[in-house]
Each structure stands twice: as structure tokens, then as C-alpha cells.
């Protein structure tokens, strides 16, 4: 599908506030590979069909997950979590993105996952990030994304894992893995730098 019908498709299907935060991570999306080497027609890719199911009923990206061999587990976790494993299938299936860098890109925006790839960081920190945004911490976070993209995503998932222990809430393991790995990534550059 061409890239403007994707957009009018995706647009249709979320309110227009949602919409502005998926121009916000697209805009976004493309200054951080450019800046950190991405491929930015990828990065934009993923960024516009991210958040594709986000307001779809919950039930049918259940139905999704169940129906599609998609992570079972996810059904455990938080309802959050769900739209990003069934924008990925959503967008292959029904958009036809055959790219799996780009599809893996949607599915971890949420989440993240150990040894996240170059396009998965910049997809998630722009969905962090992007000019909407508005929570505490958020502008620091934006000063570290101007010198490391890994550092930035801790700092990113550390704000989301306080915030699900202060709610009480279950924590998703890719996220714990994903800061582990992210940690460890820093440590290695710092080490051979
Ligand atoms: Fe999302
Ligand atoms: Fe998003």
C-alpha cells in the first residue's frame, strides 16, 4: 500500500489527538535515524502505523493475540501492551509490510526487549519523546536523546517501571530486559571508548 493511503487508512482509525502523536513520533522517528545512523523511510514506516490498533476494542486485539499465535503471556500483562504485537500483525496483514525490521519496530515500541535493534530504540524513544509529549522527566529525557540514544531509553523505562511499582503493577519482563541489555550496552561503549 502506498505510504499516503497508509496514513489516510491509520488516521481514520484513532481520534484526531492520537493522531498528532503519531505525526509527533513520525517527525521524531525521522530526526533520530538521521541523527543516529537509522534508516529514516523505516523509521517513519513504523512510526506511522505504531499505534494502529490503540483504539481498537480491546476484545479483537485479544482475539488478535489468541488467534495469531502471538504471545500468549501478553494477555497477562497490561491491556497497554496488547496494540503493539497486534499493530505488527495488523500491519503486515493488512498493509502489507513485509520489512521485519519495521515490523519488529512496531512490536517492542511499547515493551522494548533485550538487544532491541537500531530501528527498535529509535522507534520507542520517539514514541517517548515526541514534541506531545507532556509527563515529568520528559525534557530530560529529550537532553539525553540529543547524545545517546540508550542512555535516553533507560532513562525512559526507569520513569515507566517506577511508575507501574508505584501503581502496584505488574511489570512486563521485556522491559526489565530491555534496561538490563540497554545498561549493559552503555557500560560496553564506555568501556571501549
Ligand atoms: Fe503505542
Ligand atoms: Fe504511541
Not at 481514520?12 to 493522531?19: K, L, N, T
Not at 497490561?78 to 500483525?89: I, V, Y
Request: charged fraction near 30%; proline fraction near 4%; hydrophobic fraction near 40%.
Amino acid at each position: 500500500m502506498k505510504r499516503e493511503d497508509i496514513i489516510e487508512s491509520v488516521r481514520s482509525q484513532m481520534p484526531e489527538r492520537r493522531w498528532q502523536h503519531t505525526l509527533g513520533v513520525m517527525e521524531t522517528a525521522i530526526q533520530l535515524a538521521n541523527r543516529y545512523g537509522a534508516d529514516p523511510d523505516k523509521a517513519e514506516l513504523a512510526a506511522i502505523l505504531h499505534d494502529v490498533c490503540k483504539y481498537w476494542p480491546v476484545e479483537e486485539q485479544a482475539r488478535i493475540i489468541r488467534e495469531h499465535g502471538l504471545p500468549a503471556e501478553l494477555l497477562d500483562y497490561d491491556k497497554e501492551l496488547w496494540h503493539a504485537h497486534a499493530g505488527a500483525f495488523v500491519a503486515k496483514d493488512r498493509y502489507g509490510v513485509a520489512d521485519e525490521e519495521v515490523l519488529d519496530a512496531i512490536r517492542y515500541h511499547t515493551s522494548g526487549r533485550e538487544r532491541m535493534t537500531l530501528l527498535e530504540k529509535v522507534v520507542c524513544l520517539a514514541d517517548y519523546i515526541e514534541p506531545g509529549r507532556d509527563f515529568p522527566n520528559v525534557n530530560n529525557i529529550r537532553e539525553i536523546a540529543e547524545h545517546s540514544l540508550e542512555k535516553a531509553l533507560i532513562a525512559g523505562f526507569s520513569g515507566t517501571i517506577a511508575f507501574l511499582l508505584e501503581k502496584g503493577k505488574k511489570i512486563y519482563p521485556l522491559t526489565m530486559q530491555a534496561r538490563n541489555s540497554l545498561i549493559d550496552e552503555v557500560k560496553l561503549k564506555e568501556e571501549h571508548a
